[in-house]
Each structure stands twice: as structure tokens, then as C-alpha cells.
């Protein structure tokens, strides 16, 4: 989520400046780390609030870098994106991602649900339906078992017709669609009927004040909504169990967040799963 491109330098300003010549550096660190599989895919558990059983997973991206140890997204994100590599970097966390989950189906410890994330120009790549059905189609995973996530600014700043195609025809093939950070961004209310949705998350920010009053009445207005538009939600963030408890009880279903699980990788999150699926 967040500000993309602004803050895109972090990782590298100390050592290098972004600039023409260094772009070149950055794409090639970034490349190798690709190639090299040092970026994987980690999983976090998302619970239904109803009976503390998995509903799926959020697939979050980490860099074990060599020397710079373990990066979160925020540290590299930006920074694949400047260098034109993001698209390339989703499609091998999602392939990663679900031939992990895959292997879990076939050890039968769970039917998986995956939630993959989705970077902007992802979503308005024109190969994106073609190279993801193929990927989803060698996986072995059906598409009811994919969702993806989009934010909110793919569609608004880059609200390029490729997008909007693409996120077409995503939900005709049958691919979930979930809103990111709902709740952070403007225009939220009308996107949530002009586009093929299936869910929103409930951004962080909404659950943390919770149970205070006025964060009650927001998240119960937009609990209102959801369901009168047949929106499934998941809350983001959730840590606390009176938290939990307060979602619950106003109707929300799914809950994600330190509270349940931090994201694993896949071989902790497997041990998980061994005790948590059935
Ligand atoms: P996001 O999609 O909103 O993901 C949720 C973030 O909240 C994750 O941060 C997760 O680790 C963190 N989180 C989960 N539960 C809690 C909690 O209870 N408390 C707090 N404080 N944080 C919690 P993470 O993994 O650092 O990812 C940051 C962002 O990077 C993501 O935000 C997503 O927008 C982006 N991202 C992650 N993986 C990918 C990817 O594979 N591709 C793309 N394009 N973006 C990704
Ligand atoms: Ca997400
Ligand atoms: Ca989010």
C-alpha cells in the first residue's frame, strides 16, 4: 500500500542515489534477487471471527537479502517499481506462492484460499490475464482458491483503460477481487459499486481505535454497505482481542493480524497449519 514512488529511495539512499546511473545498479540488484529466488512469498493467516478457523492467507513479500538481512516491502517495493521490475516481482511471489499452497492441497492439510497483492502496474499490464491463468492453470490451484488485492490508487491515479479491462476480466474469469486499505483513500464509496468486487480490507487504521465510539460508527457504516452490497470483509491489523471481539459482534466475518498470526514463511507457516487447519 502507501505512498508509491515518493519515498522509493529509502533502501538505496545511503549507499547510492536513484539516479540515471544508478538505475541501471538497481535494476540489476533487483533482477538477481529475483532470479536468485531471494524475494519469497510469506503467509499470514486470516481467521473467521465466527469460529477462529482459517478462512485463507495474505501472501506478503519478503527480500532475504545477502547482506542487508530481511527486508519488508516497503524497503524494496518502491524501488522494483522505479526500476520497471514490480510486474515481474508479483508474478514470481504469486507462482512461489501458489506452488506452495499447492503442495499443502496435495498433503491435504488444508484446501487453500490465497489472497495475492498486486502492485498498479501489475494490474494494468496487458499480459496480465494471459500470464496469470497460465500460472494459475500450472499450479494446479482452481479459480476459486485466488484472490486478488488492489489498491485503491491502481484504479484512480492510474486509471488507465488496461486496468479497468484487465480487473474486467479477472472477475469474469472468476477470480476474486478485494479492495486494499478500504477506508484510507478517496472515491472509495463509488468504486465500491462501479467495480467487479468481491470483498474489501478493512484498512488497519479504521481497527486500531476500536472499540472507541467514533471508529465504531464508521466501521459499522461500512459493514452496512458491504452487505447490502454483498461485499465480504476481512479487517486488517486486528491485535487485540477486544478488537476481535468488537468486529464480531458487528457482523464482520474475517479478521487478519498479529493478534491471530504475523506472516510466516511457508515452511513455519505449514507447522501452523498442522495445528491450526482441521
Ligand atoms: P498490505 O497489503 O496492506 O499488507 C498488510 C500489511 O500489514 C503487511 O505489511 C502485514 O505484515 C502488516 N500487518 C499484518 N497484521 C498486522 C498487525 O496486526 N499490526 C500491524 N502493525 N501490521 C500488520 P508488509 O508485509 O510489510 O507489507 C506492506 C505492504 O507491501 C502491503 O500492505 C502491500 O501493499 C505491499 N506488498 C506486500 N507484498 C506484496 C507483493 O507481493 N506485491 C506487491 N505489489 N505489494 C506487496
Ligand atoms: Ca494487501
Ligand atoms: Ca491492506
Redesign the pocket.
Known sequence: ??SLGENSTQLFTQSLRVDANNLQLLQTEIDDAIKRGE?E??F?PQIRLCDGRLHGV?????WRHPTRGLL???RF?PA??RAGL?ID??HT??RS?MAHAVLWQKEDLWRPCIS????PD?ISDPYLIERFLLELQRSGLGVDQVNI?V?ETTLINGADDMAAINIDSLSECGIGLEL??FGTGYASLSKLTQLPLNGI?L??SLV?PLPDAAADSVIRAILALASELGLSVVA????EDVQAQHLNDRGCAIA?????A??MPAAEFRTWLEKHAK
Not at 486488517?236 to 491485535?239: A, H, W
Open positions: 500500500a502507501k524475494i512469498p510469506w499470514q495474505e501472501v506478503l513479500a519478503r519488508t516491502p516497503d517495493i522494483a517499481e514490480i516481482m508479483d511471489i504469486w506462492a495475492l497483492n498486486a502492485a501489475t488485492e489498491l486494499d486499505d480490507k484498512d488497519r486500531a486488517e491489523g486486528v491485535e487478519q493480524g498479529y493478534g491471530y504475523k506472516p
